[in-house]
């Protein structure tokens, strides 16, 4: 008899035309899954987080079984499961008499560096799902010495041809951003994101959840995810239909009691595998041209997952894991203990992390704008906050909430990613979000003790490193700015904000 190899498939590897199972034969191999402990706790990940993964393992587990694949699945609270994925893959390689492992490249270094170090003969695949490999990334990538998105974006239009007329761009632009700057208004008819109730299998998971990773920051129920491809499907419908017409003018908004908006909530069932990034794309491409969505919703949705996503993509892989070690500004402060839920007077802050605990999800301004800007300006080490942003996400993985949160959001790769910091005042969060009404901080004080926090902490941190600043074109006005106001304002200013980052650095509540 041959001896079979194992075929890992990795709990965001939840898609049939994974490399891994394409390579392999099921007459032969075996399929190994396990919910191993470690991966749930190596950072403290939001209970539906890890409930989603595991109910999407366990269904997606049966969907291959029903295919004919022989499975050999590692349940949490199965004694014999081992700890982690390496010592799982020795034990069913010691039961079923394996020596080879065939596996798609993980989505974190710190797993990859794992399944190299083990003793068994490792296979590991290039993952094909994402619409740019790595050589492709990388040779785009060579020799500029920053990485602009958009013309990565670019070449991948012309590379799928979406949203394409010959060599041209639909609507004889490319990036419709500008269109796509609008505050919004609280609607009650605003259509609301699919929501799914769970079966009974999903069910038990979230008693598992709960009873095993009791202390982790983040409300279990209600658990409202699809688990499955059918039900994503479902749900990337009803976007198309629903929200993606609003998706483009409600981009950048940000309500208190609408903390979803126009967003499409797929990313979890793109990043699991349960979609593929190609489909969705088509999709909204394909309601354009059936004049069910304007050009600058689909342009700039497509823009998300066509050029964010595989750019982020090819970042973490050209990178390496030294990536995750980036700290350009020097920041080393602790992670305000109002990301945790600590009590905070600031109402944008308070929202943002209230609404990540409930249901693990924030949309991309206020995880940029509000939670990112604060840590950024706060002078957080980027460690904690990407910790943070890994931990707290339903969508969160390694590849792709490294680059955003230590590339785009926190500078830490020294602009690498981004030509200059997002910081604000509070001035764009006002005109943005409705939160500033009901704070208990003034948006439109620059100093005393009402002044909103962001106002302080911005020029604070563009007097603090100044000289990398400075000769930045895109960042000289507002040196203009601050060095036109009078002297006397100026030391108000960074002393009063001297003394908040001293009390935030000291634990005190702000
Ligand atoms: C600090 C920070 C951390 C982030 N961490 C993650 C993360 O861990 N996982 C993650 O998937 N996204 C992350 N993002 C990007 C973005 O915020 C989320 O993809 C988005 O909010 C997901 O919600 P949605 O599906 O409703 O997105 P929509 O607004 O509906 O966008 C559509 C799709 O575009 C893709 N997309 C949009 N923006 C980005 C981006 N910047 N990078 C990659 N894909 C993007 C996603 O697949 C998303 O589903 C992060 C952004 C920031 C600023
Ligand atoms: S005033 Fe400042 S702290 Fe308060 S909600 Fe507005 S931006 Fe946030």
Known sequence: MVTPRLILVLGDQLSESLSALAAAD?????????????????VPHHPQKIALILAAMRKFAAHLRAQGWRVAYGALDDPDTAPSIPAELLRRAEEFGAAQVIATQPGDWRLIQALEATPLRLTLLPDTRFLCPPQVFAAWAEGRKTLRMEWFYREMRRRTGLLMEGDKPIGGQWNFDSENRKPAQPDMLRPRPLRFTPDAE?????TLVEREFPGHFGQLRPFAWATTRTDALLALDHFIRESLPRFGDEQDAMLADDPTLSHSLLSPYINLGLLSPLEVCKRAEA???AGKAPLNAVEGFIRQILGWREYMRGIWQIQGPDYLTRNALNHTAPLPAAYWGAPTRMACLKSAVAQTRDTA????????????NFALLAGVDPAQVHDWYLAVYIDALEWVEAPNTLGMSQFADGGLLGS???VSSGAYIDRMSDYCGTCAYRVKERSGPRACPFNLLYWQFLHRHRARFEGNPRMAQMYRTWDRMEAQHRDTVLAEGRALLARLHAGEMV
């Open 26 to 42: 099921p007459a032969r191999d075996l399929v190994v899954m396990a919910e191993v402990r470690a991966e749930g706790v190596y």
């Open 202 to 206: 999903t069910e038990a998971v979230l």
């Open 287 to 289: 309601a354009f041209h």
């Open 361 to 372: 999800y924030a949309h991309h301004i206020q995880r940029l704008m509000v939670t990112g």
């Open 420 to 422: 200059k910091p997002y």
